[in-house]
């Protein structure tokens, strides 16, 4: 959502002339922005303030502007340890850009944080999108869940889905742009519509709309709630070709109790009838989760549930994080309940393992078959130049041809598995 944000941000600012520089000493104007889901990216954001504010002081035209969750939360603490910083803009106001700029530009220091969105067109905005072969099309931002851990309620807001034809619109020009893959974006992706009138408006209407458009790309979406995904949202990504057999559900933790306390909405054995059910109906799916190690109160034997459910559900690939208490949330004022540094780090050491034994086992499975991949970049590994390509199943693949480029489509043959990404060869 951040990559997507930055886009529109950097399409706002080009019509203002502002072009983007690779070399960040030349800028005439800086803007980080952040993400606060866990606090090690809030203080990376707090360091690069206090590197380009040691810059400032050599170059007097310089701005200095930060963005983004960090943004949202803390505006008052960023004034305070950062007071050289021109513009402060919240989440919801990117599209007050063009009228905070010309304010900025005319030496006012500004700080513009609103709780509910500042209302626009977003067609009235270009995208500065990066030239490659993936887009981003944010279909719904907020959260309405309050999980006990996390930020982004109330940081994003509560749900808002954009209309329908906007977001096809949008998806046609990405196409005739030449994009080949459309992922589409949502903190809760499945809960599409839900806060529009017309109850046709769900994420699996939108996903066969999408569909029909005609071209050669594919589609994806993340991230997936576990207990939202629909039978209905089964059957579109069944029926629609263009859409990748590919579904991130954060299970984040492996116990029921722990579920309860972190106020997800549904049980271990409900998360395992998701899988089977994914799983019975596609072939070769994949299925990729988030975890979290040491969440307040979590012990030994609740926490061994977790890994028990990585392997179990031999969950293709999962993002691992120990908990970080975050302000404002339920769970960060459980003080008490918090566990030691330690013991967390040593879990999380622990889950990164079963991640990783899982992983390749997973990886494994795909050689001697073959893929049809997306190719998306290239590299030099030992003097040769290896394209990195993805599968609609969102397996990673290098392989070497002279015949495949950026943005071409090809069936590789999988020779050769690793624990983060496949190698094979054009099938003849
Ligand atoms: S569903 Fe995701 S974004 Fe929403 S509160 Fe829970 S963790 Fe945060």
Known sequence: MNKSDSERIAGILSHFGYVETENEKEADLLIVNTCSIRQLSADKAYSLLGVWGKRKKTKANLKIAICGCV???????IRQRAPYVDLIFGTH???ELPNLIKRIENNEKICAITTTPVVCNQNDFYISRKKSVNAWIPIIEGCNNFCTYCVVPYTRGRERSRNPEEIIREAENIVKEGYKEITLLGQNVDSYGKDLRDKNITLANLLRNLNKIQGDFRI???TSYPSDITDDLLNAVSECEKVCKYFHIPMQSGNSRI????????TKEQYYEIVSKIRNKFDDVTITSDFIAGFPGE??????DT???????QLDYSNTAAYSPREFTKAGKMVDKFISEEIKYERLNRLNEKNREICLKSNEKFVGRILNVLVEGKTEKDGKILLNSRAGNNKIVHFE???YNIGDFADIYINKAQTWCLYGEPKE
């Open 259 to 266: 579920l309860k306390e972190m106020n997800r909405r549904y």
């Open 71 to 77: 943004a949202q939360q803390d505006k008052d603490k």
């Open 220 to 222: 994806r979406f993340v």
């Open 93 to 95: 106001n990117i599209y």
């Open 299 to 304: 012990t030994e034997e609740e926490f061994i």
């Open 401 to 403: 041809s002279n015949k």
């Open 307 to 313: 890994l028990n459910a990585i392997e179990e559900l």
